[in-house]
C-alpha cells in the first residue's frame, strides 16, 4: 500500500510556503533556536514519511519543502536512531518502469511504533497490525453471531488483537493508537455510539473509552462508511482526490464524504448518512422511525426479502451474488432495481456535494456493474448536468478489508477529528470512579 501526494500543485506549494513561515517563526524565538529549528524539521521529515509509506529522499524534499542536503541529513540522524529502513521498492510500483538509475527508498522502521485496526460487523470481526510504512504485519477476523452485544464484541476483539500482536511480533508499547470501526453513527461529543438496528446491543456505548479501558492503548472509533472513505483515499480507488465519496452498500448503506483531502463528519459526526435519504413517502418504515428511506429498498434485507418467496427462506446475500454473477435473471433484475434506487439517492449527493469520485464498497459492491451500470444511469441522468460530468463512480480495489485498513488510517491520518479515549490516565480514574459507586 503506497499514498499519493494530496493536493496536487497547490498543496505542495502551500506546505512549502508553511514550511517557510514555521522556520522563520522558529529561528526568531529565543535568540533563534536551532536545536527547535531543526526538531521542527526532524518532526516534518517523518511527517512526510508517515503519509508517503515509501518514498525517496527528494520525495520527502518536496512534500515538505526542505533542502534536499537538509532532508540527507535528518534522514541519516533518524536512520542513527533506528527509525529509518531502506527499501527495495515501493509497494505497487513496477522498477522496470522507471529510467535511470532508481532512487534509493525509505520507509519509517517498526521502531517508529505500530498502528492497530479493528473492525465490528454485523457478523464479522476484523483485526489489522500495519507499520508506519504502510506494511500490513498480521491480519485475522472472526464470524460472529447476528446482532452480538458491545461486551461480547469488545471481548472477542482484546482478543483477536493480542493474536494480532504476537503473530506479527509486536510488543503492546509498540502500538501508537488503535482505530475502530463501527456500522452506525458515532457521535462525537459523547463518543458514545447512536441509534443503529445494525448492532443495536451497542446503542449509547462509550465505545472508544471502554475499549481504551480495556487495552491501556489509545483508542479512536469512526463510522465504519467514514473508514472505507479513508482506506480507499489512501492506498485505493480514491487516490489523488481531493472530493471523494465512499458509499457503502451492505445491510445498511452509508457514505464517508472526503473535502479537501480531509474527511468531513458534520457538527456532531453523522454526515454522509445517505441510507435515509426518503425514497418512497409511503414506503415500509426504516430502522429510524422515517418512511421509505433508501435502505428499505436498496439495502440487503430489502434484496434477500424480495427473492425469499422465489428461491426461499433460506436464501442469503451471498446465495443471490452467486446467482447473479450466473446470470439469473430475478438476482439481477432485485440488483438492479437497488443500484437504480441507490442512483437517485447519489444525484441529489452529487447536486450539493459535486464529487470527483464515489467509489463503491460493501458486500452488494460484489455484484460489480450489475449494480453499478444502473447507480452511474440513474445519478448522471438526473444530476444537474454540470455534477453528473464531473462525477466518476467505480468499485472499491479494497473488498471487505476496507473498512479494517480505514481503522489504520484513522490513526495515521485522523486522529484529531475522530471521537477518541481519554487519555489513559484519565481513563483509569473514570473506571475506578464507576467501580466505586
Request: aromatic share 2%.
Amino acid at each position: 500500500m503506497k499514498n499519493l501526494p494530496r493536493g496536487g500543485f497547490l498543496c505542495e506549494a502551500l506546505t512549502n510556503h508553511l514550511g517557510a513561515a514555521e522556520n522563520a517563526a522558529v529561528a526568531g524565538k529565543e535568540g533563534g533556536s536551532l536545536a527547535s529549528l531543526r526538531e521542527l524539521n526532524r518532526k516534518r521529515v517523518v511527517g512526510a514519511l508517515e503519509e508517503l509509506g515509501v518514498a525517496s529522499r527528494a520525495d520527502v524534499a518536496r512534500r515538505t519543502g526542505l533542502s534536499p542536503s537538509t532532508v540527507s541529513t535528518l534522514v541519516s540522524e533518524l536512520d542513527e536512531a533506528g527509525l529509518i529502513v531502506e527499501r527495495d521498492d515501493a509497494p505497487g510500483e513496477d522498477a522496470s518502469l522507471r529510467g535511470g538509475r532508481p532512487p534509493r527508498l525509505i520507509a519509517l522502521s517498526r521502531a517508529a511504533g505500530v498502528a492497530v485496526g479493528i473492525d465490528f460487523g454485523k457478523q464479522h470481526l476484523a483485526v489489522v497490525a500495519c507499520d508506519r510504512s504502510h506494511q500490513v504485519l498480521a491480519e485475522t477476523s472472526r464470524r460472529m453471531p447476528d446482532g452480538y452485544d458491545a461486551g461480547r464484541g469488545m471481548d472477542e476483539a482484546t482478543g483477536l488483537l493480542g493474536d494480532v500482536l504476537d503473530q506479527a511480533k509486536v510488543d503492546r508499547d509498540e502500538v501508537i493508537g488503535v482505530g475502530l470501526g463501527m456500522p452506525g453513527p458515532i457521535h462525537l461529543a459523547t463518543g458514545k455510539v447512536g441509534s443503529s438496528a445494525i448492532l443495536p446491543g451497542w446503542v449509547g456505548v462509550s465505545v472508544a473509552e471502554d475499549m481504551g479501558e480495556r487495552l491501556r492503548l489509545p483508542v479512536h472509533v469512526d463510522n465504519d462508511a467514514n473508514l472505507g472513505a479513508l482506506a480507499e483515499l489512501h492506498w485505493g480507488a480514491g487516490k489523488g482526490c481531493e472530493t471523494l465519496v465512499y458509499l457503502k452498500v451492505a445491510t445498511g448503506i452509508g457514505a464517508g464524504l472526503v473535502v479537501f483531502g480531509r474527511l468531513f463528519r458534520g457538527a456532531g459526526g453523522t454526515a454522509g448518512e445517505i441510507g435515509h435519504t426518503i425514497i418512497d413517502e409511503s414506503g415500509s418504515i426504516c430502522r429510524c422511525g422515517s418512511r421509505g428511506c433508501l435502505e428499505t429498498v436498496a439495502g440487503i434485507p430489502a434484496i434477500v426479502g424480495l427473492l425469499k418467496p422465489t428461491f426461499g427462506e433460506d436464501l442469503t446475500v451471498e446465495g443471490v451474488l452467486e446467482r447473479a454473477s450466473e446470470g439469473d435473471a430475478a438476482s439481477c433484475r432485485a440488483i438492479a432495481a437497488a443500484g437504480t434506487h441507490v442512483g437517485n439517492a447519489l444525484a441529489n449527493l452529487c447536486n450539493l456535494l459535486n464529487p470527483s469520485r464515489i467509489v463503491v464498497g460493501g458486500t452488494l459492491a460484489a455484484a460489480r456493474d450489475v449494480l453499478l451500470e444502473p447507480m452511474r444511469a440513474a445519478a448522471q441522468g438526473r444530476a444537474i448536468p454540470s455534477a453528473g460530468e464531473d462525477v466518476e463512480i467505480v468499485a472499491g480495489v479494497l473488498g471487505d478489508r476496507a473498512e479494517v485498513l480505514g481503522a489504520v488510517a484513522l490513526v495515521l491520518y485522523e486522529t484529531e477529528g475522530a471521537a477518541s479515549a481519554p487519555p489513559l490516565d484519565q481513563a483509569c480514574q473514570n473506571k475506578e470512579r464507576r467501580d466505586r459507586t
